[in-house]
């Protein structure tokens, strides 16, 4: 058997058996260049066709027909929601559209690096270097698109607050309507208001009459009728009728009348237990010394006269007609201290309240008191 083998494997033989396993090599990588290369030109193809696509953007029906119809919805219904909604629908449209663009390109950079792989293992470097700056320019643009995805939320973040401040303004709108409609309903309702019964209108005088009276005891008020001692002393003159002081007794009388008023008020009703608690409690007396005299009575007014406007406004909120009262008297507070500013000669003291106090100046007194000073001057 060893004869018989003897001579079939020779030297020339095996050599070509080795060249031809070396020309099946080198055929089967010229293979896998030219697949790779056929491969390259395709993904070229594909990448100069992406690269050169516009962005996209919604075509003219998308966007006319959703703002036409949410325009025609938010007037008729005047709501601007209609119209957000409309915008929300195209932006989510558009948003879409750069996401399916960004993946689209994200996929051809990866066969693009794939290809260079490929061309690498098959050792073709001059093929892996064609798809490198391709790979990157697929890179830039999927940067440029992400700024620009990036640019457009920041675009539909202020498209959402212009939303906010549009509803902020229809809401404010439908507020004042709403506040025109309650003050007309409300003029209406006191066009029609009944007239008040006799326990109101006997309460409303009684405000009128205290504010009155507490009028008269300021223009009686002399700084000699009050005081420990010359308190004491105008009430035996009064009663004994021994150095009586003109103007004393009305003054007397006057401060008399506030404590009796206001027990009244407080019998039938016209004013609440705590509301007469109070009003006695700043009740002034002739005791007092004559500063702390002006003082409560500053206090007992402004007590009488909260009460009085607070009666007003109660019945009207009530749809009491209140219109035809006669207004509530005015203040004659620092009247005392301006006479007697007058008296000592002080002009700057006296123009000063006259100035404060316009309505005073065809005051009978207050225009006695100007003579007065002026011929103090003129001495």
Avoid at 21 to 29: D, S, T, Y
Avoid at 126 to 141: C, M, V
Avoid at 209 to 218: F, G, H, Q, Y
Avoid at 352 to 376: C, G, H, V
């Amino acid at each position: 058997m060893s004869s018989g083998l003897e001579g079939t494997l020779s030297g020339t033989d095996l050599q070509t058996q080795l060249e031809a396993l070396r020309q099946a090599q080198q055929e089967e990588l010229a293979r896998q260049a030219q697949a790779a290369a056929a491969a390259g030109s395709q993904a070229q193809t594909e990448y100069q066709q992406a690269a050169a696509a516009p962005p996209p953007q919604l075509d003219l029906a998308s966007l006319f027909v959703p703002t036409l119809l949410g325009n025609i919805a938010s007037t008729i219904a005047q709501d601007p929601s209609f119209r957000e909604r409309a915008g929300q629908q195209i932006q989510t449209k558009q948003s879409d559209l750069l996401k399916a663009r960004h993946d689209n390109l994200t996929a051809l950079r990866d066969v693009f690096a794939q290809k260079a792989e490929q061309a690498k293992e098959a050792g073709d470097l001059e093929a892996e270097e064609k798809y490198r700056p391709r790979i990157e320019a697929l890179s830039k643009q999927l940067e440029v698109l992400g700024q620009r995805k990036f640019l457009r939320e920041q675009s539909e973040r202020g498209h959402e607050q212009d939303l906010e401040r549009q509803r902020i303004e229809h809401q404010n709108r439908l507020s004042e309507i709403e506040a025109q409609a309650n003050a007309a309903a409300q003029k209406a309702a006191i066009t029609k208001a009944k007239p008040p019964s006799a326990k109101e209108r006997e309460a409303l005088t009684s405000d009128v009459s205290t504010l009155k009276l507490i009028n008269d005891v300021r223009r009686s008020f002399k700084s000699e009728f009050t005081g420990p001692y010359q308190g004491r002393r105008g009430a035996a003159s009064q009663v004994t009728g021994v150095a009586r002081r003109q103007g004393e007794g009305k003054f007397r009388a006057f401060t008399a009348s506030l404590r009796n008023q206001v027990l009244k008020l407080r019998s039938g009703g016209q004013i609440t237990l705590g509301e007469a608690a109070r009003l006695l409690e700043e009740l002034p007396t002739a005791d007092n010394p004559s500063g702390t005299f002006l003082d409560k009575l500053d206090a007992f007014e402004s007590v009488a006269r909260d009460i009085a406007e607070t009666r007003r406004e109660s019945l009207s909120e009530l749809g009491i007609d209140v219109s035809g009262l006669s207004n509530l008297p005015g203040t004659l507070s620092g009247r005392p201290q301006a006479l007697e500013a007058a008296a000592a000669g002080n002009r700057e003291a006296f123009v000063q309240f006259l100035t404060d106090n316009p309505e005073l100046r065809s005051d009978p007194e207050m225009i006695a008191a100007a003579r007065r000073l002026k011929q103090m001057e003129r001495r």
